[in-house]
């Protein structure tokens, strides 16, 4: 699996995080986002159970934006 950058986070303060990747996978189409990893115990409670092989990660909602964005462009990855 290759992954092909999208966009990152303009107001992230070092500019390398959180980023937006699509996924060249040909089973399904999915995408990695990279981002703040959940630490907060009140969060991760309201959460519940996270399997090993997951994480939770906050992104801001420009990261979602950017996906809603490279959606309507009609980008295939």
């Known amino acids: 699996?290759?992954?092909?950058?999208?966009?990152?986070?303009p107001e992230?303060?070092?500019?390398n995080s959180p980023t937006l990747f699509a996924t060249d996978r040909t089973d399904r189409k999915t995408f990695l986002?990279?981002?703040w990893k959940v630490t907060d115990r009140s969060a991760l409670a309201d959460v519940g159970?996270?399997?090993?092989?997951?994480d939770i990660v906050e992104v801001p909602v420009d990261i979602l934006e950017m996906y809603l964005a490279h959606k309507e462009q009609g980008e295939e990855s």
Request: proline share 9%; aromatic share 0%.
């Open 49 to 54: 159970t996270i399997p090993d092989h997951e």
């Open 12 to 15: 992230s303060p070092d500019k």
């Open 33 to 35: 986002v990279q981002g």
């Open 1 to 9: 699996m290759r992954a092909h950058l999208i966009g990152k986070d």
